[in-house]
């Protein structure tokens, strides 16, 4: 399966490992791009040192092509220099559509792959000369916004011309990636189905609460702004999806008494020594239709091939002369 996302990006299978923002990630990113797909790295909230260690790290487990994620909440000027020098295939970014950053990284001869959450942000991508956009829709984990999978997807794919568009949110298997292509996308990116991985560097009990999890066992945080790190720029949005824990629903409750100057802080050490999940485990709702946990090479091959046999299987029940199902 070849699309013109793999040829933008130089990759084999028209799949993106989402990237987990501060999480240990390494292994699961070089485990997809050894399955031919883009493996992503997060930034977010790490200081320039461990990222640097990461970096090298990514490239002596692999040399195909890989991407460094950004967002604007916050954005690490310090870290995004860093980024440029590295010169990875790709700077992919949510949470804003940055043109004077695109262009920096155009400069510097790297791609850029703009997640959006709604047609809006769609429009300022291409105005900017983006090179991907990924279309999230509200199903995903992580911070994402409220507009569905299916309903962005073909209004970006309608105003993104000759820009490739890729589908996420929701999608954990083949029927997934076989949907997106009917939609006009080009590819998907996964990031809940990778969460419950062998070599995703998360605890056990965050993947056994993924393999175990209904799509409504997620929650949509809307009152972040009261823990998370505030928007480098003004204008920004962006809600969190993450699994049911005492912490969150206490936020959602009762938004008053969280006090931003203890909890932000808390949540911050948290996630830096592995106790995330405790707080705020990132899911989206497809954990529904996660049932194990697999290597990340073997997630990927499985769902390129399903969606091929999919894919086969529709045109031949489509085809003039067809057996009718009625």
Same mark, same amino acid.
């Given at each position: $399966?070849?699309?013109?996302?793999?040829? /933008?990006?130089?990759?084999?299978?028209?799949?993106?490992?989402?990237?987990?923002?501060?999480?240990?990630?390494?292994? /699961?990113? &070089?485990?997809?791009?050894?399955?031919?797909?883009?493996?992503?790295?997060?930034?977010?909230?790490?200081?320039?040192?461990?990222?640097? *260690?990461? !970096?090298? %790290?990514? *490239?002596?487990? =692999?040399?195909?092509?890989?991407?460094?994620?950004?967002? $604007? %909440?916050?954005?690490?000027?310090?870290?995004?220099? &860093?980024?440029?020098?590295? *010169?990875?295939?790709?700077?992919?970014?949510?949470?804003?559509?940055?043109? +004077?950053?695109? %262009?920096?990284?155009?400069?510097?001869?790297?791609? !850029?792959?703009?997640?959006? $959450?709604?047609?809006?942000?769609?429009?300022?991508?291409?105005?900017? #000369?983006?090179?991907?956009?990924?279309?999230?829709? #509200?199903?995903?984990?992580?911070?994402?916004?409220?507009?569905?999978?299916?309903?962005?997807?073909?209004?970006?794919? @309608?105003?993104?011309? @000759?820009?490739?568009?890729?589908?996420?949110? #929701?999608?954990?298997?083949?029927?997934?990636?076989?949907?997106?292509?009917?939609?006009?996308?080009?590819?998907?990116?996964?990031? =809940?189905?990778?969460?419950?991985?062998?070599?995703?560097?998360?605890?056990?009990?965050?993947? @056994?609460?993924?393999?175990?999890?209904?799509?409504? @066992?997620?929650?949509?945080?809307?009152?972040?702004?009261?823990?998370?790190?505030?928007?480098?720029?003004?204008?920004?949005?962006?809600?969190?999806?993450?699994?049911?824990?005492?912490?969150?629903?206490?936020?959602?409750?009762?938004?008053?008494?969280? +006090?931003?100057?203890? &909890?932000?802080?808390?949540?911050?050490?948290? /996630?830096?020594?592995?106790?995330?999940?405790?707080?705020?485990?990132? =899911?989206?709702?497809?954990?529904?239709? /996660?049932?194990?946990?697999?290597?990340?090479?073997?997630?990927?091959? %499985?769902?390129?091939?399903?969606?091929?046999?999919?894919?086969?299987?529709?045109?031949? =029940?489509?085809?003039?002369?067809?057996?009718?199902?009625?």
């Amino acid at each position: $399966m070849r699309t013109r996302l793999c040829d /933008v990006l130089g990759i084999e299978v028209p799949v993106i490992g989402a990237p987990f923002g501060p999480f240990d990630q390494v292994d /699961v990113a &070089a485990a997809v791009c050894g399955a031919g797909g883009l493996g992503s790295l997060g930034t977010a909230v790490r200081p320039l040192p461990d990222l640097r *260690r990461q !970096w090298a %790290r990514m *490239r002596e487990l =692999t040399d195909r092509p890989f991407a460094i994620n950004h967002t $604007m %909440r916050p954005l690490n000027e310090e870290a995004f220099e &860093a980024t440029l020098e590295e *010169r990875p295939v790709a700077v992919s970014f949510h949470l804003g559509v940055p043109d +004077d950053l695109v %262009r920096r990284a155009h400069d510097a001869g790297i791609l !850029w792959i703009q997640q959006v $959450m709604d047609v809006q942000q769609a429009e300022q991508a291409v105005r900017a #000369g983006v090179d991907v956009i990924v279309a999230q829709g #509200g199903e995903a984990g992580g911070q994402g916004g409220e507009v569905s999978t299916m309903v962005l997807v073909p209004q970006v794919v @309608d105003i993104a011309g @000759d820009i490739p568009v890729v589908a996420a949110g #929701g999608i954990a298997d083949g029927r997934g990636l076989a949907a997106a292509l009917a939609l006009g996308a080009q590819g998907v990116a996964i990031g =809940t189905r990778l969460l419950a991985s062998v070599e995703m560097g998360i605890a056990e009990e965050w993947k @056994d609460r993924i393999v175990a999890a209904d799509a409504r @066992d997620t929650i949509k945080s809307a009152h972040s702004d009261r823990f998370m790190p505030p928007f480098s720029r003004p204008g920004l949005y962006g809600f969190p999806r993450a699994l049911r824990t005492p912490f969150l629903e206490e936020a959602e409750e009762h938004p008053e008494r969280v +006090d931003p100057a203890e &909890a932000g802080p808390r949540l911050l050490e948290a /996630v830096l020594s592995g106790r995330g999940h405790e707080f705020l485990p990132f =899911t989206g709702q497809s954990a529904a239709l /996660v049932h194990d946990v697999l290597p990340a090479a073997e997630i990927v091959r %499985r769902i390129v091939a399903d969606a091929e046999t999919i894919l086969r299987r529709t045109a031949e =029940t489509c085809a003039p002369g067809a057996p009718s199902s009625h």
